[in-house]
């Protein structure tokens, strides 16, 4: 749970089919803006960044991970819902196991209280500028990867 004023960890996973990515779409209203960033979410007290990843995937969607492969870390100073956030995000390159997710285009996911949507996007659409991507020090690990 995020609590104002702290630093919050995550676990975040790159998954790639292609030209295409595996993203989590979110919303601020008081930006009016949609984002978009790899899927994932916070690390509890006694897992480590991986064992999170992990858990958070099969909590949120179902899905198993594997060639799980450690990218770094990204540290992301930012305001949501007009709030200042400070994360740590430990990153990381991954493939689902079960390849019905690479054949689903979308579909939506229960986080808390709140609906969510995961989908995959091409790249280039984040490239140009057309979907924000989040945090921008994603793009050094996406360029990498290409």
Not at 55 to 73: D, K, M, P, S, V
Not at 79 to 99: A, M, S
Not at 116 to 135: F, H, M, N, Q, Y
Request: charged fraction near 25%; hydrophobic fraction near 35%; glycine fraction near 8%.
């Amino acid at each position: 749970m995020y609590r104002q004023g702290e630093i919050r960890v995550l676990a975040l996973g790159l998954i790639r089919d292609g030209d295409r990515i595996f993203l989590s779409e979110g919303y601020d209203p008081v930006k009016q803006q949609t984002f978009y960033r790899a899927m994932g979410g916070g690390v509890d007290f006694g897992e480590t960044s991986r064992q999170a990843l992990e858990r958070e995937f099969q909590e949120e969607i179902q899905a198993e991970l594997t060639n799980i492969h450690y990218l770094g870390c990204l540290e992301n100073l930012f305001v949501f819902n007009g709030n200042p956030g400070h994360e740590l995000i430990q990153l990381y390159q991954c493939d689902f196991v079960d390849r019905k997710f690479y054949e689903l285009e979308q579909f939506t996911f229960a986080e808390g209280e709140r609906q969510k949507t995961a989908l995959w996007v091409d790249i280039e659409r984040c490239k140009s500028g057309e979907l924000r991507l989040v945090p921008k020090a994603f793009f050094d690990y996406l360029s990498a990867q290409l």
